[in-house]
C-alpha cells in the first residue's frame, strides 16, 4: 500500500530549471525521512540529498550542491526537488525513496521507491 510517485520531469535546455515532485500514500509521511536519487544510463543510482522528517534539516551530495533544493510539505504529503542549472550530465532518471524511519547521522537505509522519472537536460 505505500506509494511514491514522481513526477515533473521532462526536457530542458542546459541552464534551465525544473521541480519535480513526489506524491506520498499509504503511510504516515510525517514520519519518515527522505530522499532522492537518479540513475543515468550505464551508471550505477547516485544519492542526491535527503531530508528530515520535518524538512528541518537536509544534505546534498557534493554534485549538486548549490543548484538542487529538497523540501517537503507534509500537510500535502509531497517532497520536492527544485532544480537549478541544470547539465547535460544530468540527465537520468530521478527517484523519491522512503528511509526506514528518521534521518539520523551516518547511513540511512531506504524501503520503498518510486518508479522514477525522466529528466533530460540537452545542450
Known amino acids: 500500500q505505500v506509494q511514491l510517485v514522481e513526477s515533473g520531469g521532462g526536457l530542458v535546455q542546459a541552464g534551465g530549471s525544473l521541480r519535480l515532485s513526489c506524491a506520498a500514500s499509504g503511510f504516515t509521511f510525517s514520519l519518515y525521512g527522505m530522499g532522492w536519487f537518479r540513475q543515468a544510463p550505464g551508471k550505477e543510482r547516485e544519492f542526491l540529498g535527503d531530508?528530515?522528517?520535518?524538512?528541518?534539516?537536509?544534505d546534498y551530495a557534493d554534485s549538486v550542491k548549490g543548484r538542487f533544493t529538497i523540501s517537503r510539505d507534509n500537510s500535502k504529503k509531497t517532497m520536492y526537488l527544485q532544480m537549478n542549472s541544470l547539465k547535460p550530465e544530468d540527465t537520468a532518471v530521478y527517484y523519491c525513496?522512503?528511509?526506514?524511519?528518521?534521518?539520523?547521522?551516518?547511513?540511512?537505509?531506504?524501503?520503498?521507491w518510486g518508479q522514477g522519472t525522466q529528466v533530460t537536460v540537452s545542450s
Open positions: 531530508i528530515s522528517r520535518s524538512g528541518g534539516v537536509t
Open positions: 525513496a522512503r528511509m526506514t524511519g528518521p534521518l539520523r547521522r551516518g547511513t540511512n537505509e531506504y524501503d520503498y
